[in-house]
């Protein structure tokens, strides 16, 4: 319906108004920062035909592609490379043509390419059978039922576990062992203290991922700890691992005075 009344509005049939709706998404997820203004300047105004608005949309997965390639022309054998577009690749297509850059760079694994927003077992397992680089899914899949089904229909190689979101330390074990019973590893999603603790724990796990920092881009998660703890990118020691902490129970002190500072608000469950 809202694409009727807009058409009415705008005195236009149905599909422009949908392809613009499109286009707008797709410029403010998928397309570079660099390419942002210029890109969506052109296509919300109308002055660039339907056929260069589409091509503009193909570009986005020939640029991710061309960036893998050129990552690990950089990087050679130094580093294991890895891929996640966090489910922005806007088509199956899309997540194929990237893949098969994958494939010819030598990627580690491949993980949440497309948006199906990674809970499609079927695409996943489609998409296995036509790319060689193993798939890392179930990062958006919740609890340890629904990734044994994933898992068990093929929809992916590598399991993604979070303490945070799959039933703490308990189920996130419990995940693990399941992978664990199918020779399959089992990742761990994101950083924290419970993190670090569940990857000691486990056999069948390979990178710890310190998560959304770069150079230029710290994590955004507060300094809540009084005793150095920190998920920075300065975490990482020279031989590239993280250290467990050691106290008790997560082995961190929480610096309760920041905390208090800065609380928006206070629940008690009791």
Same mark, same amino acid.
């Given at each position: 319906?809202?694409?009727? @009344? ?18 707008? *998404? &797709?410029?403010? +997820? ?14 919300? $105004? ?6 260069? &608005?589409?091509? &503009?949309? *193909? ?9 893998? @390639? ?9 580093? %294991?490379?890895m891929l996640d577009?966090?489910?922005? +690749?806007?088509?199956f297509a899309d ?11 030598? !990627?580690?694994? !491949? ?10 077992? #079927? ?12 798939? +890392? ?24 576990? $979070? ?11 419990? *995940? ?12 761990? =999603? ?25 150079? $230029?881009?710290?994590? %955004?998660?507060?300094?809540? !700890? ?5 998920? &920075?990118? $300065? ?6 691992? %993280? ?15 920041? *905390?208090?500072? =800065?609380? @928006?608000?206070?629940?008690? #469950?009791?």
């Amino acid at each position: 319906m809202r694409f009727v @009344l807009g058409g009415e509005f705008l005195h236009l049939g149905v599909h422009p108004v949908a392809l613009r709706e499109l286009l707008e *998404i &797709q410029q403010h +997820l998928l397309v570079p920062e660099k390419h942002r203004s210029s890109l969506g300047v052109r296509c919300m $105004d109308g002055r660039e035909p339907v056929a260069e &608005q589409f091509r &503009q949309l *193909i570009e986005v997965a020939r640029e991710e592609a061309q960036n893998v @390639l050129h990552v690990a022309r950089e990087v050679g054998d130094r580093m %294991v490379l890895m891929l996640d577009p966090a489910c922005e +690749l806007r088509t199956f297509a899309d997540a194929l043509y990237v893949g098969r850059a994958c494939d010819d760079a030598g !990627y580690f694994w !491949y993980e949440d390419p497309f948006r199906d927003g990674g809970t499609s077992a #079927f695409a996943h397992r489609k998409l296995r059978g036509m790319i060689r680089t193993p798939l +890392l899914i179930t990062e958006h899949v919740r609890g340890v039922e629904p990734k044994a089904d994933f898992v068990l229909a093929g929809g992916t190689d590598f399991l993604r576990v $979070d303490p945070e979101y799959d039933m703490g330390i308990t189920g996130s074990l419990k *995940i693990a062992h399941f992978a664990e019973a199918l020779g399959l590893d089992c990742e761990i =999603h994101a950083s924290g203290p419970a993190h670090r603790h569940l990857m000691a724990a486990m056999r069948n796990t390979n990178y710890y991922e310190v998560a959304l920092v770069g150079p $230029d881009c710290p994590n %955004v998660i507060p300094p809540v !700890y009084a005793c150095g703890y920190s998920d &920075q990118l $300065d975490c990482v020691a020279a031989d590239g691992t %993280v250290g467990v902490p050691e106290g008790p129970g997560l082995g961190v002190t929480y610096d309760w005075d920041f *905390i208090g500072r =800065h609380r @928006l608000a206070h629940h008690v #469950f009791e």
